[in-house]
């Protein structure tokens, strides 16, 4: 496991973030290293992306951000040279895991089904995104998928929250969890970055509390 990975493990809880404005980056930022998650995956859904990493990684070089959602070659070197440490796709596209091998991009692709597991290891690689996670079975799921591939971890992202992430971070199979509940839109279209930094802060204390 590379360097990215074991920094995202250690770090248990991802943030998932959604930013439509760029100028909501630095304070989001600050929210959530001072929360005790010096980590954020902002996701290529909104056309702010770019420039919320690139805004990030200039103010806060030491902090962990990664780009999710990204679903084209095209979008991975973007979110690289705007400073994202680490790739995340929702889904297992063959093209994209290539690119990003190539170009020695950490990423981690979405799979669900034993055979996209099969094509990841194909790739070399020992980590996937599972996703969407409590729709497609949960930590129960995850459980019986990782029996016959005991080198695999998983990072599930979708549905999950304060109610069940602590039965995902004491499983073996888990790598770390990602999780949108600290870093809802309301709340940052709102400005309200006091409240994020609460929840972050709880989050953060379940890790620890699970993890030691």
């Known amino acids: 496991m590379n360097e990215t990975l074991k920094k995202i493990g250690?770090?248990?809880?991802?943030?998932?973030?959604?930013?439509?404005k760029a100028s909501d980056a630095e304070p989001l930022a600050e929210s959530l290293i001072?929360?005790?998650l010096p980590c954020a995956?902002?996701?290529?859904r909104?056309?702010?992306a770019e420039d919320?990493?690139?805004?990030i990684a200039k103010k806060f070089p030491d902090m962990f951000v990664g780009a999710g959602t990204v679903l084209t070659t095209e979008q991975a070197d973007r979110a690289v040279d705007a400073g994202a440490k680490f790739i995340v796709s929702p889904g297992l596209n063959p093209k994209v895991v290539e690119h990003c091998l190539k170009k020695n991009y950490p990423i981690t692709p979405g799979i669900m089904t034993p055979s996209e597991l099969e094509i990841?290891?194909?790739?070399?690689?020992?980590?996937?995104?599972?996703?969407?996670?409590?729709n497609a079975g949960g930590l129960k799921m995850i459980k019986a998928i990782s029996a016959p591939y005991t080198m695999m971890k998983f990072m599930p992202t979708g549905g999950i929250n304060t109610t069940n992430v602590r039965d995902?971070?004491?499983c073996d199979k888990i790598l770390a969890c990602g999780g949108s509940w600290m870093v809802k839109g309301d709340l940052i279209n709102a400005g309200d970055f006091a409240k994020i930094q609460e929840l972050?802060?709880?989050?953060a204390a379940i890790v620890k509390e699970i993890r030691g």
């Not at 995956?41 to 290529?44: G, I, K, L």
């Not at 919320?52 to 805004?55: L, Q």
């Not at 290891?121 to 409590?134: H, N, T, Y």
Request: hydrophobic share 50%.
């Open 46 to 48: 909104t056309d702010a």
């Open 10 to 20: 250690e770090t248990g809880i991802i943030p998932v973030v959604v930013l439509n």
């Open 120 to 134: 990841a290891l194909g790739f070399g690689l020992d980590v996937v995104k599972f996703f969407p996670a409590e």
């Open 41 to 44: 995956e902002v996701t290529f």
């Open 168 to 170: 995902y971070l004491a």
């Open 200 to 203: 972050t802060k709880e989050a």
């Open 52 to 55: 919320s990493i690139r805004a």
């Open 34 to 36: 001072k929360g005790g």
